[in-house]
């Protein structure tokens, strides 16, 4: 049995499809900061079968967790204070995605002046269709139900 000591400070990251935990890792762009990280992969679960977990210690704030919710609203998001569970995140899809998602139209001003951040808002919820801020070109989320 493998045991990863606990968090005095960060945030764990659990439930998330098996085979995920390094897309997730370069989405919240764990490489590009200064704290400890713990991924599990493929650890048994009674609910998945396989599940993948990720242990972040730092200072939650440090983390832009919208984009869990655009991945995988079904990840269980918990945050630890003083060695203890303080929280736990209910995930949705964000209002706003920047520089997660990239405009396919050639036409757009994003394919032309590549310095411009990829801007996407949530134009219908139920259906999960972003558009582009620029020039409204429709992405579909393709989030997972369990």
């Not at 964000?94 to 001003?109: A, E, F």
């Amino acid at each position: 049995m493998l045991n990863v000591g606990k968090l005095n400070e960060g945030v764990v990251l659990d439930h998330i499809e098996a085979g995920k935990s390094m897309q997730l890792y370069k989405y919240l762009k764990l490489d590009q900061m200064d704290c400890c990280v713990a991924i599990i992969k493929n650890a048994h679960s009674n609910k998945m079968g396989k599940k993948d977990i990720i242990k972040v210690e730092c200072p939650i704030d440090q983390l832009d967790l919208n984009v869990l919710g655009f991945i995988d609203h079904n990840i269980t998001v918990n945050i630890i204070k003083n060695g203890e569970i303080v929280a736990k995140e209910v995930l949705k899809l964000p209002k706003r995605l920047v520089n997660i998602v990239h405009c396919k139209n050639p036409r757009c001003i994003t394919s032309i002046e590549q310095e411009l951040d990829q801007v996407f808002f949530l134009a219908d919820e139920e259906k999960e269709i972003y558009r582009c801020l620029y020039c409204e070109e429709k992405y579909r989320a393709h989030r997972k139900q369990r």
